[in-house]
């Protein structure tokens, strides 16, 4: 499986950007995917994850402003992210559950909200 996201950029407090992650090789074996971010000194996150019937969760920062969704036809998922704030800046990724807790992760795209 190779992931790619992009989308990323610097955006002021409030703006949007909407992130996307095309996914190529053996799909049929992914049912959640998810986006994850990471602020250099600290720990990997969990933002968003999508089932594979559409089934969603949100970490409680975040609830509300971004939205993950996914479009099995292009092999891509999504993030809109909304109302950002400077607590958003950070790399973001796409993964697997399944790949993250193995540690197996490739190039995220970074998000930098500032004025």
């Known amino acids: 499986v190779q992931l790619q996201a992009s989308g990323g950029g610097l955006v002021q407090p409030g703006g949007s950007l909407r992130l996307s992650c095309i996914i190529s090789g053996n799909i049929f074996s992914i049912n959640h995917m998810g986006w994850y971010r990471q602020v250099p000194g600290k720990q990997r996150e969990l933002v968003a994850l999508?089932?594979?019937?559409?089934?969603?969760n949100y970490a409680d920062s975040v609830k509300g402003r971004f939205t993950i969704t996914r479009d099995n036809a292009k092999n891509t998922i999504y993030l809109q992210m909304n109302s950002l704030k400077p607590e958003d800046t950070a790399v973001y990724y796409c993964n697997t559950p399944i790949r993250a807790s193995s540690g197996v992760w490739g190039q995220g795209t970074l998000v930098t909200v500032s004025s």
């Open positions: 999508i089932s594979d019937s559409g089934v969603t």
